[in-house]
């Protein structure tokens, strides 16, 4: 039997809980036969709300909780893996927009651009326009003229 240094024997109590109220099921003096007590009893066919393995040190100190198991155990280990695979999904989306932020913000190729028109380059448009104007007006005057 397992003892600890003083001499006291460790007892290992598997307790379930029924309608809220914590009783006894199983004692052992081997804490790896009361947890298998405790896993076996939840995987009975109508197990209770919850068990635990309490360990008792026999030293007057209260006892402690070294393993539980409830019901809902197998249902909070799926959602926390669902949760665990929509973050990596999240992640995977954001990392894939992110990509496509750097590589749209990435320089396109050269497209030419029409060089901005000079104050010079107007000027003499503008003279070449008025210097036509001004000889269209002459030409239509003469021909009204003969």
């Known amino acids: ?13 598997v307790q379930k809980n029924v309608a809220g109220q914590w009783r006894s099921y199983a004692l052992f003096d081997e804490k790896t036969l009361a947890i298998d007590a405790t896993k076996d009893l939840m995987s009975q066919k109508n197990p209770p ?16 909780v070294i393993f539980r198991k409830t019901t809902l155990d197998a249902h ?21 927009r992110q990509q496509e932020k750097t590589q749209s913000r990435s320089p396109r190729p050269h497209q030419r651009k029409a060089a901005p028109v000079s104050w010079n380059a107007l000027a003499i448009r503008a ?20």
């Open 1 to 13: 039997m397992p003892g600890n240094d003083r001499g006291h024997v460790e007892v290992y109590e």
């Open 49 to 64: 709300t919850s068990a635990r393995v309490l360990m008792d040190r026999g030293d007057g100190t209260p006892p402690q």
């Open 76 to 96: 909070n280990e799926q959602a926390h893996h669902q949760r665990l695979e929509v973050l990596h999904e999240v992640e995977t989306q954001r990392a894939a």
């Open 127 to 146: 003279t070449l326009l008025a210097t036509v104007g001004i000889a269209i007006v002459v030409l239509v005057r003469l021909s009204l003229l003969q």
